[in-house]
């Protein structure tokens, strides 16, 4: 190899590292620099009764004035294909413990102790950028799991995805047997950071989380 082709060599990598970041942010740009989001478990909870109030606010139910328990989350981010581009109309549904470590669900054992105050299960509809948003709480940790948001992406009436949520650089991580069983690459895909807020008179964080999926054109259009 010659002077100049090592230049160039040297010249090509600096390039491509520098649009594999960008590929993050702008649609269809290197699309194998985009991982599908890892599938999980859905669980036990899944809501076995829907809460009257469906929408993207979990925090307040209804036109209610007492808050639910917890640390204020806002979690957004966007729904996008491998290949980088923006889904829109896909419905994604969340659902999580509430402030006590409990389920909106009737098997939960320790239902006594809801908070009648949190929603728990909430839905979104993506916009023509493929973003969604919701308000929540910080997820708390429960016998067994770390804190973790379970969701699901249809469109239609179809899944399209299912998994889980967690806090990056929660200790009790390493801990949760079925966290552990995702391999180390699949775990930083179901992560995200909670980022505190200076400003917010009580504690509450920003979350964004992009959530990749493995869709074909047919499948963007069916409903």
């Known amino acids: 190899m010659n002077l100049n082709s090592k230049v160039l060599t040297r010249r090509q990598l600096m390039l491509s590292g520098?649009?594999?970041?960008?590929?993050?942010?702008?649609?269809?740009?290197?699309?194998?620099?985009?991982?599908?989001?890892?599938?999980?478990?859905?669980?036990?909870?899944?809501?076995?009764?829907?809460?009257?109030?469906?929408?993207?606010?979990?925090?307040?139910?209804?036109?209610?004035?007492?808050?639910?328990?917890?640390?204020?989350?806002?979690?957004?981010?966007?729904?996008?294909?491998?290949?980088?581009?923006?889904?829109?109309?896909?419905?994604?549904?969340?659902?999580?413990?509430?402030?006590?470590?409990?389920?909106?669900?009737?098997?939960?054992?320790?239902?006594?102790?809801?908070?009648?105050?949190?929603?728990?299960?909430?839905?979104?509809?993506?916009?023509?950028?493929?973003?969604?948003?919701?308000?929540?709480?910080?997820?708390?940790?429960?016998p067994g799991r770390c804190p973790h948001i379970h969701f699901i992406v249809k469109k239609g009436e179809r899944k399209l995805l299912t998994s889980q949520l967690f806090i990056e650089g929660e200790p009790s991580n390493k801990r949760d047997f079925l966290f552990r069983r995702v391999p180390a690459k699949g775990r930083k895909l179901l992560t995200a950071k909670w980022v505190k807020m200076p400003k917010a008179k009580t504690p509450q964080y920003n979350v964004k989380y992009d959530i990749i999926l493995n869709v074909t054109p047919d499948e963007r259009k069916r409903g």
């Open 18 to 142: 520098a649009l594999g970041t960008a590929a993050w942010f702008v649609p269809g740009v290197f699309a194998e620099e985009l991982s599908r989001t890892p599938a999980m478990t859905e669980g036990p909870f899944y809501p076995d009764r829907l809460p009257l109030d469906k929408d993207n606010d979990l925090v307040k139910i209804k036109n209610s004035t007492t808050p639910a328990v917890g640390e204020v989350t806002h979690l957004s981010g966007r729904i996008l294909s491998k290949n980088g581009s923006p889904l829109k109309n896909m419905v994604i549904e969340i659902w999580q413990v509430d402030g006590n470590g409990v389920y909106l669900h009737s098997g939960s054992s320790n239902a006594s102790k809801r908070d009648k105050n949190f929603q728990g299960f909430g839905r979104f509809a993506t916009n023509s950028k493929g973003e969604y948003r919701f308000r929540t709480v910080k997820p708390v940790s429960y």
